[in-house]
């Protein structure tokens, strides 16, 4: 069974950081693109960044371009995603997705798993 686990989230002060991580169990993902999303209460789930299979490729939503960075070991099977200078409008649940092939894409449905989601609660 697959399995993706954020942790990392919590609350954080504006200007502040965090570093989320997913741990993925069940298949390895090393020949997979994976990313990360973020669904903001009553808002529509978006793309937040993703990672090629080899690290080599790194695309970033435009909100979160140069604060956040999208990361992944592959011999660990676990995607990061560290975020600084952080804003109240990145409060969200965040959500680790990995596909089924190397294609990266910014779409949910690019992607085949998906963890339960971690709390960020940036405050003011």
């Known amino acids: 069974q697959v399995q993706l686990v954020e942790s990392g989230g919590g609350l954080v002060q504006a200007g502040g950081s965090l570093r989320l991580s997913c741990a993925a169990s069940g298949r390895t993902f090393s020949s997979s693109a994976m990313g990360w999303f973020r669904q903001a209460a009553g808002k529509e789930r978006e793309f937040v960044a993703a990672?090629?299979?080899?690290?080599?490729?790194?695309y970033y939503a435009t909100p979160v371009k140069g604060r956040f960075t999208i990361s992944r070991d592959n011999a660990k099977n676990t995607v990061y995603l560290q975020m600084n200078s952080l804003k109240p409008e990145d409060t969200a649940v965040y959500y680790c997705a990995a596909g089924s092939s190397p294609v990266v894409g910014r779409a949910t449905y690019d992607y085949d798993y998906w963890g339960q989601g971690t709390q960020v609660t940036v405050s003011s």
């Open positions: 990672i090629s299979w080899s690290g080599g490729y790194t």
